[in-house]
């Protein structure tokens, strides 16, 4: 049976916009395994350098924020925020990887375990978003929903 052109070409145009969802999603996922790796190799009196000498000489000058804010990078560097923060990014961002490359092969299995995954991102950036006052990170979580739904679609179609 014929499918009608339009259904034909919705069809096309939601595959396109799947595909380059989850292909965001890929330079995403390498970004934060990029990130993660880098903040494992560099030593902390370089990140709390850098950002004592970007606060106070190029953007707020010497005063309470900018004390507060190299504070908050020596308190990253020193407690397990980092360690936290190293293993998360490396994580996520394999994660990220290994579910765009099976959903663009097209392996049906990985599309229900990326429909889980991506939700449990989702629950967790509105955590975190909650917890930190957070502005953007609704903004990821709704673009995950997103993901979800189109990864849920293409599933059913496939």
Not at 6 to 25: G, I, P, W
Not at 128 to 139: E, F, H, K, W, Y
Request: charged share 15%; aromatic share 8%; with cysteine.
């Amino acid at each position: 049976m014929l499918e009608p052109v339009c259904a034909t070409k919705a069809n096309k145009t939601q595959e396109t916009l799947f595909r380059y969802a989850v292909l965001l999603k890929g330079i995403d996922g390498g970004g934060q395994l990029l990130a993660g790796l880098a903040l494992a190799l560099i030593p902390p009196t370089v990140i709390t350098g850098v950002v004592h000498a970007i606060i106070t000489r190029d953007l707020i000058g010497d005063g309470t924020l900018a004390h507060h804010l190299t504070h908050a990078a020596q308190d990253f560097t020193d407690g397990g925020t980092k360690t936290f923060a190293i293993i998360y990014l490396i994580l996520h961002g394999l994660i990220k990887l290994a579910l765009v490359i099976a959903l663009m092969k097209h392996y049906r299995r990985a599309y229900p375990v990326a429909a889980v995954v991506l939700g449990l991102f989702v629950a967790y950036e509105i955590y975190r978003a909650i917890d930190t006052g957070s502005i953007v990170l609704p903004i990821f979580a709704l673009l995950d929903v997103v993901v979800i739904y189109l990864v849920i679609r293409e599933y059913r179609l496939t």
